[in-house]
């Protein structure tokens, strides 16, 4: 059982990225999947999350209305777009399989992808 997150890089600010999050060894349609991200010298936060009936939610206002998250069952992914990305977004970025529901805190996940970074500069 298996994620990895991938799609990361540098980009300027103003930028986009999609990063994709593929499961191998289980279906991840069957759960709830949520994004994570560990900015330099702060700790890990949840900021949103894709439910099996594609309800999302986000947790953070900081990332409300730029990046959207969505399913693609068909490749057993999950996928994050970021939009007018920013320096404050810089972050290892991590996607998470749920427990049960979606949630924004870490305990309600048990299987973790290994992390992208995204680095927004100029």
């Known amino acids: 059982v298996q994620l990895q997150a991938s799609g990361g890089g540098l980009v300027q600010p103003g930028g986009s990225l999609r990063l994709s999050c593929v499961a191998s060894?289980?279906?991840?349609?069957?759960?709830?999947v949520g994004w994570f991200r560990q900015a330099p010298g702060k700790s890990r936060e949840g900021f949103s999350c894709i439910t099996t009936s594609d309800v999302t939610t986000d947790y953070a206002e900081s990332v409300n209305g730029r990046f959207t998250i969505s399913r693609d069952n068909a490749k057993n992914t999950v996928l994050l777009q970021l939009n007018s990305l920013k320096p404050e977004d810089t972050a290892v970025y991590y996607c998470?399989?749920?427990?049960?529901?979606?949630?924004?805190?870490?305990?309600?996940?048990?299987?973790w992808g290994q992390g992208t970074q995204v680095t927004v500069s100029s």
């Open positions: 998470a399989r749920a427990i049960g529901l979606c949630s924004e805190y870490e305990g309600n996940y048990d299987v």
């Open positions: 060894g289980l279906v991840l349609g069957y759960y709830a």
